[in-house]
């Protein structure tokens, strides 16, 4: 067996339910059967769909900062409420609730990693 490291800007960790680890496609919210970690780098809002509100109902999601800054927007729970944001730098991370709408915008180019289960993972566009 050849053993190598990984390009994790490259690919996605996929961890199976059976125990299995393995890099493959990162696919944003194609149901894999387990949990995927992914990571990236990001220069612009377009990056990471700013314009877009993203939910993942089987799962809560890790959005990790590792180097740079960004923030993290909830959409409201009531519609008279505001959006709530989480500011994250280098080396924090936030836990976005099971079933919670989100969104990021970047403060400047950032590498970020997220954890979760896909598993009917929704994309909305936002009207601002």
């Known amino acids: 067996m050849t053993h190598a490291a990984?390009?994790?800007?490259?690919?996605?960790?996929?961890?199976?339910?059976?125990g299995l680890a393995r890099d493959e496609e990162l696919?944003?919210?194609e149901d894999l059967g387990g949990w995927q970690l992914a990571t990236f780098h990001v220069e612009?809002?377009?990056?990471?769909?700013?314009?877009h509100w993203e939910m993942h109902p089987a799962a809560?999601?890790?959005?990790?900062?590792?180097?740079g800054a960004m923030r993290i927007y909830l959409r409201p729970e009531r519609p008279d409420a505001d959006e709530d944001m989480v500011r994250l730098t280098s080396?924090?991370?936030?836990?976005?609730?099971r079933g919670r709408w989100h969104r990021i915008?970047?403060?400047?180019?950032?590498?970020?990693?997220?954890?979760?289960?896909?598993?009917?993972?929704?994309?909305?566009?936002?009207?601002?």
């Open 27 to 29: 696919r944003m919210t």
């Open 91 to 97: 080396g924090t991370c936030f836990i976005v609730p």
């Open 6 to 18: 990984l390009d994790m800007f490259a690919r996605a960790i996929h961890f199976h339910q059976d």
């Open 44 to 51: 612009t809002d377009a990056d990471v769909h700013a314009d």
């Open 60 to 67: 809560e999601e890790a959005v990790c900062c590792l180097t």
């Open 105 to 128: 915008e970047l403060d400047e180019p950032t590498d970020l990693m997220s954890v979760t289960l896909r598993q009917g993972s929704l994309l909305e566009h936002r009207v601002p």
